[in-house]
């Protein structure tokens, strides 16, 4: 294949049930491309433990919840996960949604949006794979982790495992509108 690749994969659901097939074609794509970054989300770091598997000679970066996302100072990425994750070769970031934070605490107490939500809702419209990749660049940016001057593979999902992958020119938060997802590898056909 060149880089002009004719074909995105649709999947017919969401979820982890694509997650092997995700990782076999952001592996292959990123060869034909050149790109040696894939960003991935995982929650408890199973995705994580997969992609650094599937990914070897690629730097894979892991981007999980935030400490107290679902209950104070607990965090979701299970030390275990986090062993094996690293061990393979992979790094890792936890750290706040890029697209929620204090708009997210601003909703729940006077039950309004601002505008980080907003653009996490617009993202949604091609489904949460894209809204997670796009936030997870965002994030993994800001943090230092992966280059500006470089494209990058991210890997999101819904709810449980992969089920989107894009290639995607990053940019910090501050830049959001510099980023630009340069082309879609697979993500589920919504309904």
């Known amino acids: 294949m060149s880089e002009n690749r004719p074909l995105v994969?649709?999947?017919?659901?969401?979820?982890?049930s694509n997650t092997d097939r995700v990782l076999e074609l952001v592996?292959?794509?990123?060869?034909?491309?050149g790109i040696d970054t894939v960003v991935v989300a995982s929650t408890r770091g199973t995705t994580g433990i997969k992609a650094v598997e599937k990914l070897k000679g690629k730097k894979v970066v892991v981007v999980t919840h935030s400490a107290g996302f679902r209950?104070?100072?607990s965090i979701d990425l299970t030390a275990e996960n986090r062993?094996?994750?690293?061990?393979?070769?992979?790094?890792?970031?936890?750290?706040?949604?890029?697209?929620?934070?204090v708009g997210r605490a601003v909703r729940k107490k006077f039950g309004t949006y601002l505008t980080e939500e907003i653009v996490a809702h617009v993202?949604?419209?091609?489904?949460?794979?894209?809204k997670v990749a796009v936030e997870i660049v965002l994030m993994a940016m800001d943090a230092g982790l992966i280059s500006g001057r470089k494209d990058v593979i991210a890997v999101g999902g819904t709810s449980r495992g992969a089920d989107t992958a894009v290639v995607i020119k990053p940019a910090n938060v501050h830049s959001f509108f510099d980023l630009k997802v340069k082309e879609i590898i697979c993500k589920p056909r919504l309904d």
């Open 9 to 16: 994969e649709y999947f017919g659901k969401t979820g982890e």
């Open 27 to 33: 592996a292959r794509r990123a060869d034909e491309l």
């Open 71 to 73: 209950e104070m100072d």
């Open 83 to 101: 062993v094996m994750i690293e061990t393979g070769g992979g790094e890792i970031l936890a750290c706040q949604h890029a697209l929620g934070g």
């Open 123 to 130: 993202l949604r419209i091609f489904g949460e794979g894209m």
